[in-house]
Every structure is written in C-alpha cells, then in structure tokens.
C-alpha cells in the first residue's frame, strides 16, 4: 500500500525495504498472495494447492502453479522472519547496500 500512496503523493521513496508494490505502475510484478499461501498471477490462480487459469478458470496441471506457490511461500517467509523476529530493529540505514551498487560492482 505504501508504494501506491507515495506515488500518488508524489514522494520519492528511496527506501528499499518496504512490502508491496505501486498499483499504478504498469511493470509492476504481477503477483498477489494470500496470508495462506494463495496466489493470483499473470497466468494462473492458485488455491489450496489446485491450480486454475485465470482467463477461463478451467483447472490446469498443478505444475504450471508450482513457481507462484513458491513464490508466495517464500514472500511470507520473509515477512514472517521480519515481524516474529522483531528484525527491523537491527536495522542500521547507514550500511544499506544500493541494489544498483551491488549489480555493478559483480560485473
């Protein structure tokens, strides 16, 4: 929710830690997951481990979901860790790493 709201308040966010993504952006990762590991992509819609096209809502391989049931697995993983372990304390702003630093300096 965030990402949306600064960008309709028109406020350049350079913090790289934050959930979500800006719905108004059109290349925005197409990927909304539920507390219970429930996903909707491009493609296919996820649910309960059944897998679903999302044009026709025809049931399909359970294969074609497994990269979003992945995907969301891990997603609410990291959220987990961050809020039961209390992460965000440790964080030291001064010795965030640029992701555009990081990519240039391993080529």
């Known amino acids: 929710m965030r990402p949306t709201i600064t960008n309709l308040l028109g406020i350049e966010d350079d913090n790289p830690i934050q959930f979500g993504h800006d719905l108004l952006d059109e ?23 059944a897998c679903y096209d999302r044009e026709t809502g025809e049931t399909v391989e359970n294969g074609a979901c497994d990269t979003g049931f ?27 790493v640029n992701p555009e ?4 300096e391993a080529a």
């Open 101 to 104: 630093e990081e990519q240039e």
């Open 70 to 96: 992945d995907a969301a697995q891990e997603e609410l993983e990291t959220s987990d860790s961050i809020i039961y372990g209390d992460l965000l304390r440790y964080l030291d702003e001064t010795e965030m």
């Open 27 to 49: 290349d925005r990762r197409q990927l909304m997951i539920t507390r219970d590991g429930n996903f909707a992509d491009e493609e296919y819609v996820g649910i309960q481990g």
